[in-house]
Nanobody
Framework: VQLQASGGGLVQAGGSLRLSCTASKRTSSNNAMGWFRQAPGQEREFVGSISWRGETTIYADNVRGRFTISRDNAKSTVYLQMNTLKPEDTAVYYC?????????????????WGQGTLVTVSS
């Protein structure tokens, strides 16, 4: 499975971006998917995840209420709507396909990773 993430870019603080991640085939439709991010010099961290049917979402504390994850299984695509962006949200954002239908924060529970898309938030 290959994942193609897009939608990153440069935005001012307080602005919004929507990231998309499309899988190469529909094996992802039975799996949870997640978003992670990695800032320069820091470890990759969990942003949020969504179950395979989309009924369950989990968010990191520092993005809850600002970010929203959704998915369209017919398009094999997961989205990350990011609102009220802050400079500390600057990072490379990665999407990932989990090993099961429900998944959370653990990187090890994800089996396929996209190449990442850079989000830069200016102050």
């Amino acid at each position: 499975v290959q994942l193609q993430a897009s939608g990153g870019g440069l935005v001012q603080a307080g602005g919004s971006l929507r990231l998309s991640c499309t899988a190469s085939k529909r094996t992802s439709s039975n799996n949870a998917m997640g978003w992670f991010r990695q800032a320069p010099g820091q470890e990759r961290e969990f942003v949020g995840s969504i179950s395979w049917r989309g009924e369950t979402t989990i968010y990191a504390d520092n993005v809850r209420g600002r970010f929203t994850i959704s998915r369209d299984n017919a398009k094999s695509t997961v989205y990350l709507q990011m609102n009220t962006l802050k400079p500390e949200d600057t990072a490379v954002y990665y999407c990932a396909v989990a090993r099961s239908s429900y998944s959370g924060r653990d990187l090890a529970s994800y089996q396929y990773w996209g190449q990442g898309t850079l989000v830069t938030v200016s102050s």
